[in-house]
């Protein structure tokens, strides 16, 4: 931990981040108002800010999967 450069991304890193996060939001804000979910940029937005939570959250909360599995048990 000697080295001051230990926090730094490479270049390659930042680049997927950033495209995994702009995928994630589009994805989000997307499928939110497909769904006539409340306020879909606001899942566009959250998407865009961090990952993976709002995508789990995003399906138990407008999705519903916890009642699809709850049918198949």
Do not use: C, E
């Amino acid at each position: 931990m000697n080295d001051p450069k230990w926090d730094k991304l490479p270049l390659w890193a930042w680049i997927g981040l950033s495209l995994l996060l702009l995928a994630q939001s589009t994805w989000l804000f997307l499928d939110a108002r497909k769904r006539n979910a409340k306020y879909p940029w606001f899942w566009g937005i959250w998407g865009l800010i961090q990952a993976p939570a709002p995508s789990i959250v995003y399906l138990f909360a407008v999705r519903k999967i916890h009642r699809i599995w709850s049918r198949k048990k």
